[in-house]
Structures are given as C-alpha cells and as structure tokens.
C-alpha cells in the first residue's frame, strides 16, 4: 500500500489544528499507521531539508520546523503521495485554494502550517528518516472496501 510522510507544522500544533488535519485525511480514507509528537533536532531538520540547502530561506526554515513540536504521521492508502499534496493546497497559502489545508488556514509561505512528500521518491525517503519500522503499524481497516 502506498504511504507518504505528513507531518503538522509547529505553527499548526500551536494553533490547534492538528485535530483537524488528522481529521481530513481519516474522512477522505486513507489510513493512520503512525504518528508521534515531537521535538525536531537540527541535524534531522537538516537532512529532511536538504534539497533546499542553498536557498536564502534555509537558515529561517530550520529555525522554525525546530522551535517548537510537529506532529509526525505515516498516512496509507491508494495515490496517498499526490492527494495529500491536492489536500495541502499550493506551498504559498496566498495561491492555495480554499477547501485546501493552507488555503483554510494559512497566511504567509514560512508558516505553512502543513508537510506532505512530494513525489515516490520523497516519501521513501522521508519515511525512514522519520519513522523507524517498528513504529509504522499495518493493520486492516475493514472499511477500506467503501471508498
Ligand atoms: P513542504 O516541503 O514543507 O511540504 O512544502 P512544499 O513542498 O510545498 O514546498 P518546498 O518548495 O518544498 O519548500 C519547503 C518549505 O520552505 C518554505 N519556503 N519558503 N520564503 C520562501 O520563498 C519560501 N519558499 C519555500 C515553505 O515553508 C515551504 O513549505
Ligand atoms: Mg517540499
């Protein structure tokens, strides 16, 4: 089953809004099989980053994924990776549709409240820099034959 790594902002966790990103994705289908609060280190904001290691905002976006808790998750389900990305909504909230996360609750693009991999490759990628094996469940969700 495709998975993809999301992970809820420190904005997002300090503005409450964790329950509601959690709660969009469980109402589209798809299926929790890992999550965990925490503290970002600077070597795994880092490494998480690291395509974006020569753009001037690098300083200033590592501050910030490490000031405060995210919310980690492992979403699963058909086409995961490219939904969640629609469900997201454009990188600069300014552009994103309303109905999207960022376009309903976002404002500026440093404070975009909301991660999601970006391609197959990213996923994989991301996974296991964030999660170890043990803590991405597989179970059956009896309910996956209605959508
Ligand atoms: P993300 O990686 O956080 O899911 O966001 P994304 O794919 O939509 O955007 P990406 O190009 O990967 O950029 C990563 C994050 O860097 C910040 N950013 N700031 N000041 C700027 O011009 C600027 N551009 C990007 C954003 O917070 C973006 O989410
Ligand atoms: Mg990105």
Known sequence: MEKTFIMVKPDGVQ???VG???ARFEKKGYQL???KLMHVSRDLAEAHYAEHK???FFGELVDFITSSPVFAMVWAGEGVIG???HM????NPKEADLGTIRGD???SVGMNIVHGSDSAESAERELSLWFKEEEVASYEKTLNRWV
Not at 88 to 91: A, L
């Open 20 to 22: 509601e990103i959690v």
């Open 83 to 85: 939904t969640a990305r």
């Open 88 to 91: 997201m909504g454009k990188t």
């Open 15 to 17: 503005r409450g809004l």
């Open 105 to 107: 609750f976002g404002i």
């Open 54 to 56: 020569e753009r001037p």
């Open 33 to 35: 099989v890992g999550a």
